[in-house]
């Protein structure tokens, strides 16, 4: 029988607390979500995570479930929600929701955002009932692990501060939340910076089995000249054997085309950015 459910503001508890909720309230979850303190701790500092506007759900003492509200400026963003198997399915998503969309308006927030997995449509449909709207679609690339590595010089890594400096300096306008240089600001471990002198850049992370590419810039000025390409292959060649990819929260079009020539393929899994007005 299940206990009494509570919550608990995410500045009030511990990062093992929250990483036990995180893990809880994504257990099943329609991709697999592993989460680590480090890993937890990294995505609150990227995704500018409010630690007293986001809650951690317990089943009696046990951490069932998390939300976590990110902000920046007057725009905030629902950066995960889940409940976990004790207390899922019992409308608490639904009410979680519309607390979140409330307190967003008491703080005068100007819109609320999140991103679904289009495969989740139980989830989108909610979000669509409670008045949130699909803006745009979301995309991810991969470089198969099969792919021969370039005859290419391998990349080597560069100051970490530099090279998301680039990325800040090099940015399109219209970025998803989570590839907008802001969530590069505090960049540190495990990421790590590549760059082709001052025309390109990339911020990695490969403590994983695969490669997983946070972001990658070629200054507006010397774009279609090659120096993306010089710098994907270069990684390719750094990395043999070992899978390449960007997660799916790439604005549909900003780099189909690119990552087409490269021969990267688009990735099956999609999401929607979904916004909410608040004014």
């Not at 991709?31 to 759900?57: C, G, K």
């Not at 139980?122 to 009932?129: H, K, N, Q, T, V």
């Amino acid at each position: 029988m299940t206990s009494a459910i509570s919550h608990r503001r995410l500045s009030d508890c511990s990062l093992e607390e929250a990483a036990e909720g995180f893990a809880a309230g994504f257990s099943g979850y329609v991709v697999p979500m592993n989460v680590t303190v480090p890993s937890l701790q990294l995505r609150i500092e990227r995704d500018h995570v409010d630690l007293d506007e986001s809650f951690v759900y317990f089943d009696g003492e046990k951490p069932a479930g998390i939300l976590l509200i990110g902000r920046r400026g007057d725009l905030s963003r629902v950066g995960a929600i889940g409940m976990g198997p004790t207390i899922r399915g019992r409308g608490f998503g639904r009410s979680i929701m519309l607390n979140a969309i409330e307190a967003a308006k008491g703080r005068g927030d100007r819109k609320l955002i999140l991103e679904v997995i289009n495969t989740n449509e139980r989830a989108r449909d909610l979000y669509l009932s409670l008045g949130f709207v699909i803006t745009r679609k979301l995309v991810g690339f991969g470089r198969s692990r099969k792919l021969a590595a370039p005859d290419v010089a391998p990349a080597k890594e560069s100051d970490l501060k530099t090279a998301a400096a680039m990325l800040a300096k090099f940015a399109d306008t219209g970025l998803s939340w989570q590839t907008d240089p802001r969530s590069f600001e505090r960049a540190g471990l495990p990421l790590k910076g590549f760059a082709l002198g001052d025309k390109a850049a990339v911020l990695l992370d490969d403590s994983g089995k695969d490669i997983r590419l946070f972001g990658l810039a070629v200054d507006p000025a010397r774009r279609r000249q090659g120096f993306g390409r010089s710098l994907t292959d270069a990684l390719a060649a750094r990395y043999p054997g070992r899978r390449l990819f960007i997660i799916e929260n790439v604005p549909e079009g900003l780099l189909d085309r690119f990552m087409r020539r490269i021969g990267w393929r688009k990735s099956t899994l999609t999401q929607s950015e979904m916004a909410i007005d608040l004014t």
